[in-house]
């Protein structure tokens, strides 16, 4: 595995939690990365994309204006912070390098170098 994925846990709904991915090997490179979800008997689903510049950001219009990607070239970590917080939020969240496609993808077909995943659990 050369991404992993942490930061998941049981929040309540309205919370806020970070994920972070993060590349030991330098898989990023000059690559989107991505963050997938995929809930129990449910399709894996396209969450937020992110730019190997950082400057475009592509969101799923679940998550638009609740949850940020960023990255940090320094710690090769990309972020994705998640506020406000649902319990359709429910989870395990994987990260992923884009390999091909143009711009940012949403496909997971598309994506590569997948983490093990980190649970994030809804729940009142």
């Known amino acids: 595995v050369q991404l992993q994925a942490s930061g998941g846990g049981l929040m309540q709904p309205g919370g806020s939690l970070r994920l972070s991915c993060t590349d030991s090997?330098?898989?990023?490179?000059?690559?989107?990365v991505g963050w997938f979800r995929q809930a129990p008997e449910k399709e894996r689903e396209f969450v937020a994309g992110i730019s190997w510049r950082g400057d475009s950001t592509s969101y799923a219009d679940s998550v638009k204006g609740r949850f940020t990607i960023s990255r940090e070239w320094e710690k090769n970590t990309v972020y994705l912070q998640m506020n406000s917080l649902k319990l359709e939020d429910t989870a395990v969240y994987y990260c992923a390098v884009q390999r091909r496609g143009w711009g940012l993808s949403i496909r997971a077909a598309d994506f590569g170098s997948w983490g093990q995943g980190t649970q994030v659990t809804v729940s009142s």
């Open positions: 090997r330098r898989t990023f490179s000059n690559n989107a």
